[in-house]
């Protein structure tokens, strides 16, 4: 069992910047991949970057937010980040942290309660 607890939400006029932090309270933190989803009302939860696990830095992103937004980990503190740039009305929504753990063939995953970020045209 992972907690992860997000902070770094808001409201900001586009073209701003956020960053978003997510904290897990294990210690053995590489061992899960970690990504950041996003929710908006009506729309299924979508992935919005995620970063392997491991000491590697494997990171993929959603189309939209591809050059704009930097996913990273700082596995001495157990923190992923989340740095928006350049934000846009359609990237308002609750977004979550996600911790992924993989064993014997079976993901389980773990979720954050979700923070709000709210980009103003």
């Known amino acids: 069992q992972v907690q992860l607890v997000e902070s770094g939400g808001g409201l900001v006029q586009t073209g701003g910047s956020l960053r978003l932090s997510c904290v897990a309270s294990?210690?053995?933190?590489?061992?899960?991949?970690m990504a950041w989803y996003r929710q908006t009302p009506g729309r299924q939860r979508e992935l919005v970057a995620s970063?392997?696990?491991?000491?590697?830095?494997?990171?993929s992103y959603h189309e939209s937010v591809e050059g704009r937004f930097t996913i990273s980990k700082d596995s001495a503190h157990s923190t992923v980040t989340l740095q928006m740039n350049s934000l846009k009305p359609e990237d308002t929504g609750v977004y979550y942290c996600?911790?992924?753990?993989?064993?014997?063939?079976?993901?389980?995953?773990?979720w954050g309660q979700g923070t709000q970020v709210t980009v103003s045209s």
């Open positions: 970063i392997s696990s491991g000491r590697g830095w494997h990171t």
């Open positions: 996600n911790a992924g753990l993989l064993q014997q063939g079976a993901r389980t995953d773990y």
């Open positions: 294990r210690d053995d933190f590489n061992k899960y991949s």
